[in-house]
């Protein structure tokens, strides 16, 4: 497991957004088309984020299925890979079927919010590539930008 410390500036939750229902589903929808387009030579799955998974615990749970049929039946680390080829090591908790320490780290250094969707395509046994459909109050996508947050190593 990781067992590196990282400390993150506050981030000003005070005018947090919450998706629409539609915006949700508009965001889910553009991603099941670039889904379709990736092929069917890599396992893939669609996950829109819940206000859970991008801020307070950070905790992202993954459909049983794909979990219990394509990743490692241990917990252990995975990698997420971005579009712009960056990694970032997240720990894989398998009784759990989620990612837990790193995916904090990945969802800030996204920006990811509440109603993006993600598509994460499993290019290796323990790496998962990640396509992220941003979304906003109107439902209309954002460029892919990276906020860089400042952070110190403790050790």
């Known amino acids: 497991f990781l067992d590196v ?18 915006a949700r589903d508009w965001a889910v929808k553009k991603a099941e088309e670039t889904e379709s387009t990736l092929g069917s030579d890599y396992p893939t799955l669609v996950r829109s984020m ?29 990698s997420l890979v971005d579009e712009q080829g960056e990694e970032w090591p997240v720990n894989y908790l398998a009784r759990k079927n989620g990612l837990s320490g790193g995916w904090k ?27 992220i459909t941003r979304v906003d109050g109107s439902g209309k996508t954002e460029t892919n ?11």
């Open 145 to 155: 930008k990276t906020n860089k947050v400042e952070e110190s190593i403790e050790h």
């Open 5 to 22: 410390r990282i400390t993150y500036s506050t981030r000003d939750l005070s005018n947090r957004v919450y998706a629409s229902d539609e």
């Open 50 to 78: 819940l206000p859970s998974h991008v801020s307070g615990g950070f905790w992202l749970g993954l459909p049983s299925h794909f979990c219990k049929k394509k990743l490692p039946r241990t917990d252990g680390v995975v």
């Open 105 to 131: 780290k990945f969802s800030i250094d996204h920006g990811l919010v509440d109603g993006d969707a993600l598509i994460f395509q499993l290019i290796r046994p323990t790496v998962l590539k990640v396509f």
